[in-house]
């Protein structure tokens, strides 16, 4: 019999399914990509269009998944990303409803695109934004287009796609005296605010354990002008530990979270299921390439549905109880986040 849920052994079952649309950028974080950028895929080995909705179909509609998150790479820079969005807003899950839809972009063009995704039946949105200092974002993401960012947050916030999050992460002797900054700017627009630990997934030389800025660290910073307390909502599978923000030079409140996935990985909570631009499966963000297993390659030769999703499901079992980065034998994985979909 077909398998109806991906559960591992250690009893978590996945529920969010985050699909990559692309391996491009036209930025060059420092933390995610060489200054060169990387060689791109070939488009043949990308999934097309139909591809990566079939197998969102199946994730949905056979084996409980119910949120979907569309990530790169940039994906607006996938043309079809309107329809790939209608077409996932019109599944149902194994609850009768549509899967929740959703987003991580970086705003560059999405002042032009926002309202037609919005329609299309994306729900929800986070925009990646490291700092709202044109200089260090320029610095940090090797592109001088901070005024497009601010221009996609004000099309989001026009086209209802309520609550936009803004994803932030701190980098040692960068950005981190944007902490306070960043918070200000989200408490004013409106925004919720996320805090990301910097992991080991971008170029080599640009991660060390002891330089890292940590969620302690990020939470001091933020004490220093604001006033904050845990957030009463319960945190569930969310990666985010979040708290209510009070900025008492304006009275602006709001909400803020921080992700410690190196310092208080949650791995034991994770309900996540990724699908890279090529139509592998990975169970975890730090898996071995050996671990991957491609639905693509077994689609082309002519898999059925339900064949599909026992591989599925034989990758999801096999998932590790852990990321292990602070394991002494932590092996960075081979592909960088732009590749596997963050
Ligand atoms: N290009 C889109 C964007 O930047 O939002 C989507 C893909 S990006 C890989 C997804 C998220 O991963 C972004 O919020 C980015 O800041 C984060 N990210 C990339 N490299 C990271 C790293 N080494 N550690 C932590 N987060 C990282
Ligand atoms: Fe591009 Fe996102 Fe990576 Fe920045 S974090 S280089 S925007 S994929």
Redo the contacts with the bound molecule.
């Keep these: 019999m077909a398998p109806t849920t991906l559960v591992d052994r250690y009893g978590r079952t996945a529920r969010d399914l985050r699909v990559s649309l692309t391996d491009r950028?036209n930025?060059?974080?420092t933390y995610?990509?060489p200054a060169e950028g990387l060689e791109w895929m070939p488009t043949e080995h990308s999934l097309s269009d139909d591809e990566v909705i079939r197998l969102i179909r199946i994730a949905a509609e056979q084996l409980g998944i119910r949120q979907v998150r569309f990530t790169?790479?940039?994906p607006l820079l996938r043309r079809s990303l309107e329809d790939i969005v209608r077409a996932t807003a019109q599944l149902r899950t194994d609850e009768g409803k549509a899967p929740t839809t959703a987003l991580t972009t970086?705003a560059l063009g999405l002042d032009r695109r926002a309202a037609g995704l919005a329609a299309a039946g994306l729900d929800r949105i986070n925009i990646?934004l490291d700092t709202p200092d044109p200089e260090q974002y320029a610095r940090l993401?090797r592109r001088d287009r901070l005024d497009d960012v601010f221009a996609g947050i004000d099309a989001a916030l026009s086209a209802g796609l309520a609550p936009v999050k803004l994803n932030a992460v701190v980098m040692p002797g960068i950005n981190e005296d944007a902490v306070p900054e960043l918070a200000a700017f989200a408490l004013e627009r409106g925004l919720e605010l996320r805090f990301i630990e910097q992991m080991p997934l971008g170029p080599r030389e640009k991660w060390d354990r002891s330089q890292m800025v940590t969620a302690e660290q990020i939470l001091q910073r933020l004490t220093e002008r604001f006033e904050l307390a845990p957030d009463a909502e319960p945190r569930g599978p969310a990666p985010a530990e979040r708290w209510r923000i009070t900025n008492p030079a304006t009275g602006r409140t709001g909400r803020v979270g921080i992700i410690a996935s190196v310092t208080h990985p949650f791995c034991g909570a994770c309900d996540r299921t990724r699908l890279t631009t090529d139509g592998a499966v990975r169970s975890c963000l730090f898996s071995a390439a050996a671990d991957e297993v491609s639905l693509r390659d077994a689609m082309r030769a002519g898999a059925t549905d339900d064949e599909l999703a026992e591989l599925w499901a034989g990758a999801m079992w096999a998932k590790k109880p852990g990321h292990g980065i602070d394991d002494p034998g932590f092996l960075k994985p081979e592909r960088l986040?732009?590749e596997i979909g963050?």
Excluded: H
């Design positions: 950028c930025l060059r974080c995610c990509m790169g790479g940039e970086n990646s993401t986040m732009s963050g």
